[in-house]
């Protein structure tokens, strides 16, 4: 039951259970074939399934997924998705198709979670996972990063934040011609007690020869706030 004086409006059926938009629509797939399967998309099913085994692991929903995505294809694996400054993050329009694809193929599903998508591996997920154990093989180090990344992120804000970081410094690195160390990047943007913080990019302390880029923590902590 609603406690006592809650607004009408938050009593009504529409603002409850909200429309949500589905994976995608039917209208959209009728006689034809979605997108080819890229095999590096397991990739990023693995860091969710991984996720999933997680007890304390954030729930992934879309704008969580859309940063997994970024963070894998800026790890170095070949997703095809092309990334632009978003108000949010990083963001990529055909990661909507990428979950069409595999939603076709029961790779992954969509559930309502309260007023949330919640995504999670489908069913013939181990079949595909066992069939291409040799991706996963090529790929485990900067599968392991990206979820420890991920099981230290506690929400969809935190989330942003660290996917903008990534998003800089790749920007940086393209704009400069110099080389970035990912991992030491993905280090510097977690605090020492594991949780992710508001960091920012200094351009002028990217040194070419040593391949890194060394950040300015600006959250509440290095401040004193």
Same mark, same amino acid.
Request: aromatic share 8%; with cysteine.
């Given at each position: 039951?609603?406690?006592?004086?809650?607004?009408?409006?938050?009593?009504?059926?529409?603002?409850?259970?909200?429309?949500?938009?589905?994976?995608?629509?039917?209208?959209?797939?009728?006689?034809?074939?979605?997108?080819?399967?890229?095999?590096?998309?397991?990739?990023?099913? &693995?860091?969710?399934?991984?996720?999933?085994?997680?007890?304390? #692991?954030?729930?992934?929903?879309?704008?969580?997924?859309?940063?997994?995505?970024?963070?894998?294809?800026?790890?170095?694996?070949?997703?095809?998705?092309?990334?632009?400054?978003?108000?949010?993050?990083?963001?990529?329009?055909?990661?909507?198709?990428?979950?069409?694809?595999?939603?076709?193929?029961?790779?992954?599903?969509?559930?309502?979670?309260?007023?949330?998508?919640?995504?999670?591996?489908?069913?013939?997920?181990?079949?595909?996972? &066992?069939?291409?154990?040799?991706?996963?093989? #090529?790929?485990?180090?900067?599968?392991?990063?990206?979820?420890?990344?991920?099981?230290?992120?506690?929400?969809?804000?935190?989330?942003?934040? =660290? #996917?903008? =970081?990534?998003? #800089?410094?790749?920007?940086?690195?393209?704009?400069?011609?110099?080389?970035?160390?990912?991992?030491?990047?993905?280090?510097?943007?977690?605090?020492?007690?594991?949780?992710?913080?508001?960091?920012?990019?200094?351009?002028?302390?990217?040194?070419? &020869?040593?391949?890194?880029?060394?950040?300015?923590?600006?959250?509440?902590?290095?401040?004193?706030?």
């Amino acid at each position: 039951f609603a406690p006592f004086g809650t607004p009408a409006s938050k009593l009504t059926e529409s603002f409850l259970a909200p429309a949500q938009s589905r994976l995608f629509e039917s209208k959209d797939h009728k006689g034809g074939r979605g997108p080819k399967i890229n095999p590096n998309w397991l990739i990023l099913l &693995e860091v969710m399934k991984q996720l999933e085994d997680q007890p304390y #692991a954030p729930k992934v929903g879309r704008t969580i997924f859309q940063k997994i995505c970024h963070a894998v294809t800026a790890l170095g694996v070949d997703t095809g998705l092309d990334f632009k400054k978003g108000s949010y993050g990083p963001f990529s329009e055909d990661v909507q198709k990428v979950l069409g694809a595999l939603a076709n193929a029961n790779l992954i599903q969509e559930t309502q979670l309260g007023r949330m998508n919640h995504l999670c591996t489908g069913p013939e997920f181990e079949t595909v996972r &066992e069939k291409n154990a040799a991706v996963f093989a #090529a790929n485990r180090s900067k599968i392991d990063k990206a979820v420890d990344l991920f099981s230290r992120i506690k929400n969809t804000d935190q989330a942003e934040e =660290v #996917a903008t =970081v990534f998003y #800089a410094v790749s920007k940086i690195k393209e704009d400069r011609g110099v080389q970035i160390n990912w991992p030491k990047v993905m280090r510097v943007a977690k605090q020492q007690n594991g949780i992710p913080t508001v960091i920012s990019v200094n351009s002028d302390s990217i040194d070419s &020869e040593t391949e890194n880029a060394r950040l300015v923590d600006t959250s509440d902590n290095a401040t004193g706030r």
